[in-house]
């Protein structure tokens, strides 16, 4: 059974084009944090290695209320 995005988190899926990556991701932190959700390890280090090729690049955090 093929899974949709939706259903999915940047350790089983990322956007097929990677000009959008760093931006997939810096968003995906930014949610996370602002609605103060964990991130378990496998999606720290998926985070991770895709954030390394992103160097200098600012993360907007506005916090959910």
Sequence with gaps: MRRSKADQDPTTWLPPA?????QYVIDWV????GWRLSIDAGEE???SQVLSHCPNTPVTVTLAR
């Design 18 to 22: 990677t000009g959008y990556r760093c």
């Design 30 to 33: 930014a949610d996370k944090t």
């Design 45 to 47: 280090a998926a985070l």
